[in-house]
């Protein structure tokens, strides 16, 4: 059974950190791809960065150096490490599975959670 879970989101100010977490279900978290993608109000969905199964991330450019995307396999839990977070980081995230094409730039995963919001303010 496919199952993707959020935690983590919050409100942080200007520069803080946060960590998401996804808890997948086996089934899931062993798919070709995982990823973060996120929606802020009155914007389009956007790729943050994804992670193949050869452990290769990459990312949108406007989080390069400050996210970080990682897997834990005892767990099946997939991780977003934000830090220096800025502002127009204010966005509901959501973890998503399986997709053919591993990249942000793609949209058509056939998983994804419900989303954990998070809160950039100074």
């Known amino acids: 059974q496919a199952q993707l879970a959020e935690s983590g989101g919050g409100s942080v100010q200007t520069g803080g950190s946060l960590r998401l977490s996804c808890k997948a279900s086996?089934?899931?978290?062993?798919?070709?791809?995982l990823a973060w993608f996120r929606q802020a109000p009155g914007k389009e969905r956007e790729g943050v960065a994804v992670?193949?199964?050869?452990?290769?991330?990459a990312y949108v450019d406007s989080v390069k150096g400050r996210f970080t995307i990682s897997s834990d396999d005892a767990t099946n839990t997939l991780h977003l490490q934000m830090n220096n977070l800025k502002s127009e980081d204010t966005a509901m995230y959501y973890c998503?599975?399986?997709?053919?094409?591993?990249?942000?730039?793609?949209?058509?995963?056939?998983?994804w959670g419900q989303g954990t919001q998070v809160t950039v303010s100074s």
């Open positions: 992670l193949d199964r050869a452990g290769v991330a």
């Open positions: 086996e089934y899931t978290y062993n798919t070709a791809c």
């Open positions: 998503a599975a399986d997709s053919p094409l591993c990249s942000t730039y793609y949209q058509n995963f056939k998983y």
